[in-house]
């Protein structure tokens, strides 16, 4: 069975710090990491995937096989990134997603 | 395409009426999933259609929900009868099967249950 862990439910940081939000899974096989984002009031939208290996509003993610981690980070946090953020794993033919708890991300002024 | 629409947007009804949830895919997508997502849990899936075949409901929490997907564009979710505890945000979700799972969801449907 596959599991996705997000150890921090609330994450806070000043404008222009750094930020990681976290992500660990565990899988047997191959996964296909994402990370979802959810800004206030909209709906819950494909920030980035892992195979794609791109920066999507200056934040990327690279997946770790070892560490079996997926972790989020941009090096200069804005405001307008305050979100809810769901790190979601695909596995095996089924293609589902399984998500996280989330992370509630504060950008500080 | 206007993506994923979900109706309604907001439902308060009370405990022990029936509600049903709909949903319209993206046209073109095969699969499609509805979520629930609350404070304590975060996402859940509840179940997923391929091709409008129900092909996992073990997140169904229990046999008050029911889901129904009679064509490629057109599912529901209905509780019956509904408890406070059924209070959340509900989503639905397509996809194209065959393809890196990047699922597009609906703005959801915000369920109070009174």
């Known amino acids: 069975a596959q599991r996705v862990t997000q150890p921090e439910k609330l994450l806070s940081v000043f404008k222009g710090a750094p930020v990681e939000l976290k992500c660990n899974y565990s899988y047997s096989g191959s996964p296909e990491l994402f990370w979802y984002v959810q800004y206030s009031r909209q709906r819950l939208q494909l920030l980035l995937r892992?195979?794609s290996r791109e920066s999507i509003k200056g934040f990327t993610a690279d997946l770790n096989k070892g560490e079996t981690s997926f972790h989020l980070k941009k090096p200069f946090a804005q405001e307008e990134d305050s979100a809810m953020y769901y790190c979601?794993?695909?596995?095996?033919?089924?293609?589902?997603?399984?998500f996280g708890s989330g992370t509630q991300l504060t950008v500080l002024p | 395409d206007a993506g994923v629409i979900q109706s309604p947007r907001h439902e308060v009804t009370e405990m022990g009426q029936e509600v049903t949830l709909r949903c319209k895919p993206i046209?073109?997508?095969?699969?499609l999933f509805w979520y629930r997502q609350t404070m304590m849990r975060g996402l859940e899936l509840l179940i997923y259609f391929n091709n409008n075949v129900p092909i996992d409901d073990s997140g169904m929490p229990e046999d008050r929900f029911s889901a129904k997907m009679p064509n490629a564009s057109f599912s529901t979710l209905k509780i019956q009868p509904s408890e406070p505890r059924d209070s959340a945000v509900y989503f639905c979700a397509s996809s194209l099967r065959g393809r890196v799972a990047e699922a597009f969801f609906g703005q959801g449907t915000r369920l109070t249950v009174v």
């Open positions: 046209s073109g997508h095969n699969s």
């Open positions: 979601a794993l695909s596995s095996g033919s089924a293609r589902q997603l399984t």
């Open positions: 892992h195979i």
